[in-house]
């Protein structure tokens, strides 16, 4: 796992999307705020994907981009997007190899078993640089959080 801390340099990304590739390049001068998730469809990752959707006008309004990244193909993310009309860019990372760069995959337990996983987490990034960042997220008002931390920024 990554020791990453708020104020350090963002790990570079670049992602595919069903909109084409995102870069933190993309951001030079801008915030992003990017979330992992573990998986497309499932209950708590719908209720964060439309969290960040309901507020996207807001964060848009902040400056703020919104970008979601799991582990699920592109055709996966679009499949999702359609079906629960979401209005954020998803990004395809099957290798996890960004998931991996901002310390998102650790191992879990669920019954007694050990596994490894995406942790739900997010990064609100500005200049390049780490601004904010919630590890073991709780999805509940999750998105209004992050929102108000961007419009403090």
């Known amino acids: ?13 670049d992602l595919e ?19 992992f998730y573990p998986k497309d469809d499932t209950g708590g990752c719908t209720k964060e994907a439309q969290g ?3 507020l996207a006008p807001e964060f848009a309004k902040a400056g703020v981009a919104v970008i979601g990244v799991s582990k699920d193909s592109v055709a996966s993310h679009r499949k999702f997007i359609a079906k629960y009309d979401l209005g954020i860019p998803l990004g395809s990372d099957p290798q996890g190899e ?6 998102s995959w650790v191992e879990k337990s669920l019954y007694g078993r050990r596994y490894m996983g995406i942790d739900r987490s997010t990064f609100l990034i500005k200049d390049g640089r780490i601004a904010r960042m919630w590890r073991k997220v709780k999805v509940p ?12 920024l």
């Open 1 to 13: 796992m990554t020791d990453l801390v708020e104020g350090a340099v963002a790990p570079d990304f």
């Open 17 to 35: 999307t069903p909109d084409g590739r995102v870069k933190l390049a993309d951001y030079a001068g801008k915030a992003v705020v990017l979330y």
């Open 52 to 54: 960040f959707t309901e």
């Open 98 to 103: 960004v998931i991996e760069r901002y310390g």
């Open 141 to 152: 008002n999750h998105a209004q959080a992050v929102l108000e931390a961007a419009r403090a």
